[in-house]
């Protein structure tokens, strides 16, 4: 039987990722797909929309649809743009749903999808973070079936026992680019530097919130959310090679992991497959060419995300979408040279101690208001850090 899928976030690093494992899995034999949904790169979004035969193409910027038209003229595929044609598109009976789309935009459409039973494959970790039990409410009430894909959570996913408790939940981090360097180096740290993550091809801004380790910040929340982890359950270890994507530790002391090479190709495969295995031509590990897999704790000084993640999980309520828009802002100020590597920990560490108390949202609309709110609380935190010219 052919399964419809959309892919929210198709021109993406994850969305590309998703189109090769529907070809590695059956491709039109066995995917019909019903929507994509892109941004900025209206190209790439028509041609992959004539390749795989999609039924609607929507970019989210109203800006550019005349271009995704005439890009898409004669080719029988429908057209939309704007947030709210996103949304529409999640909304499409598709029965598995890629939620790729980056940042806090993913929240709504993936929203959506949950809501009207689908199975959710979930990139966006900014839905839990920012939301998290209004998320999990929606998935609950759409009767949806949710399968993490950050490696992470898909590792952890993979490992779970159903029949005992996790005592510990082990996240494991690159440690990013910059894991043996000082705080002096780290200060000068450009934007291009910090997009070479040693290990993954991901998109820029996570590649950037890997290099800060409030990547490895937001997956603690996203796991507290996901597994219904408690804070003190959730441990993060330094793990440079990126073989070991995440572990679990039961009651008897045993620790399960799961273990790959690092392409993300493998957690959306084991996501469309789910509950099977589907054998895909991923590259097997080589245990005796890898020799060795090594581990060390994080340097809490260098690397203040994942302690200002403890305090987001510890004050609960509206912290973790507090910490994520004022990480989202920092990260587009550092992108656009505004302010320094650094600044992005001290100006959401700020805006985590001003809102502090922020109830936890209670519908969507309240998600948008504290996120618009700690935006423009996190650009005037921002624009007071000295230019980053001035510091050189
Ligand atoms: N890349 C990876 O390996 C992993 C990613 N993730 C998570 O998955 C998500 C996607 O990451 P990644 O693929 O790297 O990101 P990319 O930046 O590569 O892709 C993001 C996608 O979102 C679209 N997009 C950007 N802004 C908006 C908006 N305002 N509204 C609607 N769509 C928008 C982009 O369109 P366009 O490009 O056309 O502008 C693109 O399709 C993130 O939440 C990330 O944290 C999790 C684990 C691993
Ligand atoms: C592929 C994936 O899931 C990323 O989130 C990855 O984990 C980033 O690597 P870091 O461990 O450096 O954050
Ligand atoms: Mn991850």
Redesign the pocket.
Known sequence: MVRRVTI??????????TLEALDWLGGREAFAVEAL??????A??AEQARRCGARLAV???PARLPELRAALSGSGVETAAG?QA?IEAAARPAEWVM?????A??LA?TLEAARRGAVVAL????CLVCAGPLFLAAVAEGAATLIP????HSAIFQVLDARAAPERIILTASGGPFRDWTLERMAAVTPARAVQHPN????????I?SATMF?KA?EMIEARWLFRAEPDQIEVIVHPQSIIHSMVGYADGAVLAQLGPPD?RG?IAYALSWPGRAPTPMERLDFAALSRLDFHAPDPERFPALRLARAALERGGGAGCVLNAAKETALEAFMADRIGFLDMARVVEAALERLDGAPAPAALDDVFALDAETRAMAAELCAERAPVAARA
């Open positions: 929210l976030g198709s021109t993406g690093s994850i969305g590309r990722s949904t892109g941004a900025s790169n209206v790439l979004l970019t989210a910027d947030p996103v939620a790729a789309i980056v940042g935009a993913g459409p990139a966006n970790k900014e894909v950050d490696s992470e993954w091809s991901m998109g820029a801004k996570i590649s919130d990547n937001l993300m957690a």
